[in-house]
């Protein structure tokens, strides 16, 4: 009975537990700066047709002079057709004024969920980032990014 009972608990562990993948791909911005003309191109296979949640990776540093990052993002098929577009009102710091990343030493990192989620048919797709504040140059912005669950 007791093997059983342990059975019956590591089962449903196992059947329980749903996998998911999480693909995440950054582009490391020359100077730690983001020019409002340079982009941010992520390219991901995608296996399956279905919903995928998207998020915003930014990596900055406490140098960062604003609260938030403007983005436009742009989805690309495998002919440079866009096939999606949205802009993106990124915050990096909550109601306090606090970064809202996850810091090590003055360095932030943060994950930032593009709603809503898209659909995607198996193939190859290209991310565009495009830099949408109003300087024409963002200082202290090491990384940019895209993380998707498939």
């Known amino acids: 009975m007791r093997y059983f009972l342990i059975f019956i608990v590591v089962a449903s562990i196992?059947?329980?537990?749903?996998?998911?993948?999480?693909?995440?791909?950054?582009?490391?911005?020359?100077?730690?700066?983001?020019?409002?003309?340079?982009?941010?191109?992520?390219?991901?296979?995608?296996?399956?047709?279905?919903?995928?949640?998207?998020?915003l990776v930014v990596r900055h540093t406490q140098q960062y002079p604003f609260n938030k990052l403007l983005v436009r993002l742009l989805i690309q098929d495998t002919a440079k057709r866009t096939i999606g577009s949205m802009h993106l009102n990124a915050p990096l710091t909550n109601s306090r004024g606090n970064w809202i990343g996850t810091s090590m030493d003055d360095i932030y990192y943060s994950r930032i969920?593009?709603?809503?989620?898209v659909f995607l048919r198996p193939g190859s797709y290209r991310f565009v980032l495009q830099q949408a504040m109003k300087e024409e140059v963002i200082p202290y912005i090491l990384n940019v990014g895209i993380a998707l669950n498939q």
């Open 14 to 55: 196992a059947f329980s537990c749903k996998h998911i993948n999480v693909y995440e791909k950054l582009v490391d911005l020359p100077r730690h700066e983001w020019k409002r003309n340079q982009n941010a191109v992520i390219r991901f296979d995608i296996t399956d047709s279905s919903r995928h949640q998207l998020y």
């Open 113 to 117: 969920k593009i709603n809503p989620p």
